[in-house]
C-alpha cells in the first residue's frame, strides 16, 4: 500500500527541526531517507510511527490519515524498527516477537494457531528460531536487532519503517536483511547511514540536508559527485557496480596524500 508524507513540517524548541517534507513510498518500493546528522531523518520516521505528531502535515496510508487514527489503528498499519527499539523488560524471545501481534488482538487474548505460525515463520527467517527461550536481554545487539525485526513482521504491516537497521549486525547479516526489505512485498522507509547500501537496497533515495528534502529518485539519479560534496561535505568518485550497476562510492579521505605519515618523533 502507497504511502506519502505531504507537508511534514517540526518545530521543537524553537527550532525547525523538519521543513515540509513531501515525498512518496510506492506500494512494495523501498525508500532510503539519508543525510548528514541532525537532517531530520529520524524525525520523519517518528512521524511516520507516532512517535511525534507534526507541526504542519500528514501522512498518509493509501486514502487513511495515519496521523488522525488512533494508536491501536495506526499500528495495524505501520510496523516500525527504532534506535530505540529495545526492551528494559527480560522477555523471551519468542514473547518478544509475539507482541507483534498485539495490535490486532484484544486484551490478554492468546495466541491462536495462526498467530504462533506467523510468529515461527518470522524467527525462521530471521533466522533466531534457536533462541526462542533465551532472555532478550541476554543477547548480542545484532541477535536483538534480527529478533526486533521478526516482532515487525509478525504485526503484518502495510508499511515498514526501519531507523538504521544495520546497526550491529556483521555483513552477511546486513546484506541478509537489506535483501529481506526487498522481498516482503510492503512500502518501507528506511534511514540509512551506508550510502552503498542505500545505493544497492533502495528503489528510490531522499536526501536530507537541514531539515530539507533537496533531493529525490532513483540511486543513480541522486548520488552525485555534486550531492556528495554539498551535502555530506566529502569528495567521492561514482562508479557503477560491475555486476548490478548501481552506483557505489569510492572515498577519499581528506588532507591525505599516499606515503605521508604523521612524524611521531617530533
Known sequence: MEMRLEGLSVDLGGRSILRALTLDVPSGQVVGLVGPNGSGKSTALR?????????????????ADLTAMGLRDAARHVAALTQEGGSDLDFTVEELVALGRAPHLRGNQPLGARERELCHQAMARMEVTHLARRGVLELSGGERQRVL??????????????DEPTNHLDVRHQLDLLGLLREVGVSVLVVLHDLNLAAAACDVIGVLSEGSLVAAGPPDKVLT????????????????????GDPQLLYRLPHFEKGLRWNTHG
Open 47 to 63: 512521524c511516520v510511527y507516532r512517535a511525534l505528531s507534526p507541526s504542519t502535515g500528514r501522512v498518509l496510508v493509501g486514502e
Open 149 to 162: 525485526v521478526a516482532r515487525a513482521l509478525v504485526q503484518e504491516p502495510h508499511v515498514l519503517v526501519l
Open 225 to 244: 559527485e555534486h550531492t556528495l560534496r554539498e551535502v555530506f561535505g566529502v569528495e567521492a568518485t561514482v562508479v557503477a557496480h560491475p555486476l548490478t
